[in-house]
């Protein structure tokens, strides 16, 4: 007699402890450990001196003159904001500071722009040893135009305007911005020009239709690192601003320094507090643009 066999009854699903088990995800390594902790120390010492200039901005003066500068306040008080509107003509300097740093940037978007697609996209004999000789420039010391250009600026009735520091700032920050440019212009696939230059269109509507749309992250990245150098500019605007109309942020803020050289340190944190607020709610705006400015190799097509 012939027994039947009954079948195998079917394998009880694995727990539910060891299926948590597998989709547990690998412990961090040391590598991502050490990187993380290296990334929050650097967080904490660029956050930190912003911090601190914002706090000692509210201490009174006589609490930052007879206690530990680096304590926190004892009182928070805003009298230190009006002194230094007061003290200072603060608005116009930085009415000032503005039209050079936007004037500068317009001449460095535009010249850089139309270099690097005369370098890198219509190209022409020598194209690599112009682009070459614009690198060259990035290492020229601004100190040896100092005094050449205040020169030409006397023979020519430039000095105390708003062009003596728009020119040579632009100048000196065009060459980071043709390699920015030439660099991202590199990743743009030719057929799109060729396609272009089929349609009959020419070397200035491909520029105006092509080339300046798909350069608006690098147009964000140029703007915002010439900014930093140029709202910061002390050098430029000492040697050719003669009046008080025209002083921009840095030249304003020597007039917190009074007689026999005592400083209005609080009046003087509030004024820098002021100052740099724009500059940084731009830069927190546009971040991600600069980012994908600075990549913009990931947009190769």
Known sequence: MITQTA???????????????????????????FSRVLIALIVIVQVYPLAWLFVTSLRSEH????????????????????????????GKNILNSFIVTMGANVLIVLLGMMAAYAIQVLGFRLSRLVRGLFLVGIIVPVQIALVPLFIDYSTVNLLDTYQSMIIPL?????????????????????????AASLDGAGPYRIFGLITLPLSLNTVVTVVLVNSIFIWNDFIFANTFVLSEELKTIPLGLQNYIGAMGKVDWTATFAAVCVTITPLLLVFLVLNKAMIQGLESGATKG
């Open 170 to 194: 632009a100048g000196f920050s065009l060459p980071m911005s043709v390699y920015l440019f030439s660099s991202f212009f590199e990743y743009i696939p030719r057929e799109t020009y060729e």
């Open 7 to 33: 079948p195998a009854a079917p394998k009880a699903p694995a727990p539910l402890a060891a299926r948590a088990a597998r989709r547990r995800r690998p412990r961090p390594s040391v590598f991502r450990t």
């Open 63 to 90: 609490d930052f003159a007879t206690g530990d500068p680096f304590a926190l306040p004892k009182a928070l008080t805003l009298e230190n904001y009006a002194r230094a509107f007061e003290t200072g003509d603060l």
